[in-house]
């Protein structure tokens, strides 16, 4: 049987792109989202069912994973943390609410959903855990110190568990998007964005199947010995390391 997918915050966006290339490579998907709306919309279009949960909140993770996990019959193989949002201030003007909401959902969700895969995983012998980071989260952004924090430790996070993943056949990687075409970005004012892509060499914002083929890369058994990297796709606009 195919190996079965589960992506977070799946139902737009880079998520949307994510589920469509691993269900076109031939994997098992099933989208996660809080958005009923855009879930059943994706649905009707995809047929890729979306199940409702809430990645920042432990116990509905937990749930939500149980279910998918009985209603497909196994374990999920292939994990993909892509579930984000932003909450833009410079520091002097944020608020703790603001701080919190960026650091949970973009961060905290990668516990609540790893820790509920993991051992899975470890039963099986296979694991391929793709954790959606940003460029901003490693050279940091004005106005994004919650969301450059939450991604810093995104690839922190990514590093520890490919530690401990590796000898039980788990990769754990990151990929860290430059600017790309989806509504997260359509938030930030026309004028604000010409000057960001006037800053990327190749001269346009990147496209979300082009983090999806990523993905769909990272996802391979064949990916055995990647383990533990960022990549960085960005079209060529920060070199990190
Ligand atoms: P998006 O806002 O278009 O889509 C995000 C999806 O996540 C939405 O469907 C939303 O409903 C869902 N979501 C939000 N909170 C959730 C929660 N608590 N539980 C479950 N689902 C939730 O964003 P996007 O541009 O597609 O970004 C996807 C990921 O890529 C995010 O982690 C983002 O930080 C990262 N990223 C995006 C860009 C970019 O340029 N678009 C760049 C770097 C990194």
């Not at 079965?4 to 989208?31: F, M």
């Not at 279009?45 to 979306?50: D, E, R, S, Y």
């Not at 609410?97 to 905290?108: D, K, Q, S």
């Not at 930030?188 to 979300?208: H, Y």
Request: with cysteine; glycine share 10%; aromatic share 6%.
């Amino acid at each position: 049987m195919a190996r079965l997918a589960l992506v977070t915050g799946g139902a737009r966006g880079l998520g949307a792109a994510i589920s469509i290339a691993l269900k076109d490579a031939g994997y098992r998907v099933v989208a996660n989202d809080v958005n009923e709306e855009s879930a059943k919309e994706f649905t009707a279009k995809t047929g890729i069912p979306v199940a409702i949960f809430d990645v920042s909140n432990f116990e509905s993770t937990k749930a939500g994973i149980a279910k998918i996990v009985a209603e497909n019959g196994g374990p999920i193989e292939i994990l993909v943390n892509n579930a984000g949002i932003t909450r833009d201030a410079p520091l002097h003007k944020m608020t703790p609410e603001n701080w919190n909401a960026v650091i949970n959902v973009n961060l905290t969700s990668m516990f609540n959903t790893t820790r509920n895969v993991i051992e899975g995983m470890r039963e099986k012998g296979f694991g391929r855990i793709v954790n959606i980071s940003s460029v901003n989260g490693q050279v940091g952004q004005f106005g994004q110190t919650n969301y450059s924090a939450a991604k810093a430790g995104v690839l922190g996070f990514t590093k520890a568990v490919a530690h401990e993943g590796a000898a039980k056949g788990i990769t754990s990687n990151a990929i860290c998007p430059g600017y790309i075409n989806t509504e997260m970005v359509a938030k930030i004012a026309p004028e604000v964005l010409k000057t960001i892509v006037a800053k990327v060499p190749t001269g346009r914002l990147g496209e979300p199947s082009e983090i999806a083929r990523t993905v769909v890369f990272l996802a391979a058994d064949e990916a055995q010995y990647l383990n533990g990297a960022t990549l960085s796709v960005n079209g060529a606009l920060a070199m990190c390391g």
